[in-house]
């Protein structure tokens, strides 16, 4: 037996009118009758696409504002009957329900609308209530009834119209697709919410540094929300697939804008995001270069060249085909030192027309401009997948200030230890675990990342920075648990050093540093970055 249902009767109500008039006129064309609330309706009727008003249909006008337009039985009855079971096809008659066989959806643009800083009121009309029903309702029952819900679809109905109806695969196609744009929909809804709550009562605001206590920011049930941004070719190895997804509150990869340059890979839109939270982490001009999200040269600068030469001095072998993120607006000439070897991405809150034209000799630089600058100190909720399910944290948005640092050994750093000792921690926060920084005069001399062992990252960074190293400042993501690893990296020549402490033998560290006469500091917090 054939599963191809022909429509007969449709309901559209659309707030995106981008394609409709081809529908309609496509439907029309085959005979098919047209429901359609007030806006939809218009537009068809003005194109000259014969229309029945929902309102004069049910008999009930359409009322509060729009609040309810379709939330009648003659719609909803007409959409969720079964053809097959002659108790719905005999309630349908009794109670002048015409069987509707195709329903055309989509909704009111909250995302849009929050995306552009509408107040809490124009967001809260902006939840669609009737259109979810009714698209809810026909996928349901999709064994007769075919649900639309993006303009794109409308070329493939029309194609199945062509057809003499749509098959059961088309139409649990359409169901599928229903369910998720209306999951998507309520869990931009609900996030949107319970960052609102937090807005609205201080106690459940996360705090920038002090982490949540208590579960009760983190709600029973999860729902991440997303815009597919871009099909990605491959994930992180060809063998794998891959896509993006944007949720547009923050500045950085995913709300970029590519001027120019090859399509991202996953590992470049990874990398990117790395180096552009790093580098926001910085008040004067800064130039962070990545390679597998890890920084291998980061600089302050008097300007962005500056910054660059420095930068890519701590380590010119790495710094090849890497990431390169800057916080200030991309000038000419730091843009034509950067064009002399190869990068991936540059990433910039915005760039001077100079920059842009000169970069575009470099066909497959990505150029990304950003238009902002994420808040470092913002708070906001970080998202990881474990097997069978995600972890869930606030971003780790603190951030160590001189006050709060704490003075441990014999000799107390001079100023331009201190300010190397903040921004080599900062540094040292976007590197991961175990993580080691060199730093002397706002450039990183050494990165040593992601070893298991303390004592191997310091000793890596050292081999990184070499003779640079010496006078040095050392920072550590974590409190150095034995004496050994802030041995080497005195060894390595650094002069003073910054870490969390908190070790059961801090005793014996300090001693140690006051032994080499080096000061130190602590900063009561841990960066560690897995
Ligand atoms: N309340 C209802 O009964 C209702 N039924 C459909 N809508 C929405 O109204 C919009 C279309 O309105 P119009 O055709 O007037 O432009 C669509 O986005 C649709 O999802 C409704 N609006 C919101 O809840």
Redo the contacts with the bound molecule.
Sequence with gaps: MSDVVAIERALI???DKTGLVELGRALAGKGVEIL??????RTLRNAGVPVVEVADYTGVPEMLD??????VPKIHGGILGRRDLPEHVAQMAQHGIAPIGLVV????PFEQTVAKGAEFAECVENI????PA?IRAAAKNHDFVAVLTDPAQYPDLIAALDAGGTTLAQRRHFAATAYTRTASYDAAIATWFTARNGDADPDLRMSETVPPQTGEVFPARLAIAGLKRQALRYGENPHQVAAFYATGERHGVATARQVQGKELSYNNINDTDAAYECVAEFDRPAVVIVKHANPCGVSLGADLASAWDRALACDTVSAFGGIIAVNRRLDAVSAAKMAEIFSEVIIAPDAEPEAIALLAKKKNLRLLIAGGLPDPAAPGLAFRSVAGGYLAQSRDAGRVTREALTVVTQRAPSNAEFEDMIFAFRVAKHVKSNAIVYARAGTTTGIGAGQMSRVDSSRIAALKGGDAIAGSVVASDAFFPFADGLEAAIAAGATSVIQPGGSIRDAEVIAAADRAGIAMVFTGMRHFRH
Excluded: E, Q, W
């Design positions: 109500s659309v707030s359609s609330t007030g806006g939809s309706a729009g609040r309810v337009k379709t939330l959806v989509n909704l009111y669609d209530i009737g259109g009714l």
